[in-house]
């Protein structure tokens, strides 16, 4: 293939992704597998454009909330809490889909110790992301909002996020002498934890 013809592909590529057409994926890629089979250019050109546009489409559902209204269970910290304008915010995992949570009052508090990984039950209210805030969040895979409400009982995740929560809260129980501060400071140049650092330090 020529370089003309490798750019036309990557352009291929962007074009179909941007369209997100809800095309069936197995045709699709069918025509990708022609084209570079045969070692046809055009071909092969245009099935990337359909397979990316169809990839692209699936995407684009999978960015569609779990559910809207009441909802409560278990759900997976993807991240860990942090303090934004007076709330707590963190992303959860439920039944398979990202959706950022927003806690205040107690249910802030109850939520704040948590660690990426860990599993919380939650109750609150699911809802669509603001229409401003979906393009934003896309990158992440956030599909909706949860308003938490209440917080219960939590548990360790996997053996992986078990094993760095474990060391985490072990660094960090060390620097517990230090000013409120300096200890922010400390878990972001030690662990990339800048939770807690004011807006002069960050």
Do not use: Y
């Not at 074009?15 to 095309?23: E, H, I, K, M, R």
């Not at 278990?74 to 942090?82: G, H, K």
Request: proline letters at 5%.
């Amino acid at each position: 293939m020529s370089d003309l013809w490798t750019v036309v592909l990557a352009v291929s590529a962007w074009v179909g992704a941007s369209a997100a057409a809800p095309l069936p994926l197995l045709g699709v890629a069918v025509v990708a597998t022609v084209g570079f089979a045969l070692r046809r250019p055009a071909v092969l050109c245009l099935g990337v454009a359909l397979t990316t546009s169809a990839l692209a489409a699936r995407s684009h559902n999978g960015l569609r909330p779990p559910a809207v209204g009441a909802w409560a269970g278990v759900a997976t910290l993807v991240d860990d809490p942090a303090d934004v304008s007076g709330a707590l915010r963190v992303t959860v995992r439920i039944g398979g889909k990202r959706v950022e949570g927003w806690a205040r009052g107690s249910a802030a508090g109850a939520l704040h110790a948590r660690l990426a990984g860990e599993k919380v039950w939650l109750a609150g209210r699911l809802s669509d992301l603001p229409s401003s805030l979906r393009g934003g969040l896309a990158p992440r895979h956030v599909a909706g909002r949860l308003t938490v409400e209440k917080v219960g009982a939590w548990a360790p995740g996997g053996l992986l996020s078990r094993v760095a929560n474990g060391v985490r809260r072990t660094v960090l129980a060390g620097a517990e002498s230090l000013s409120p501060e300096r200890r922010a400071l400390f878990g972001g140049f030690v662990l990339g934890d800048d939770r807690g650092q004011s807006v002069e330090v960050a």
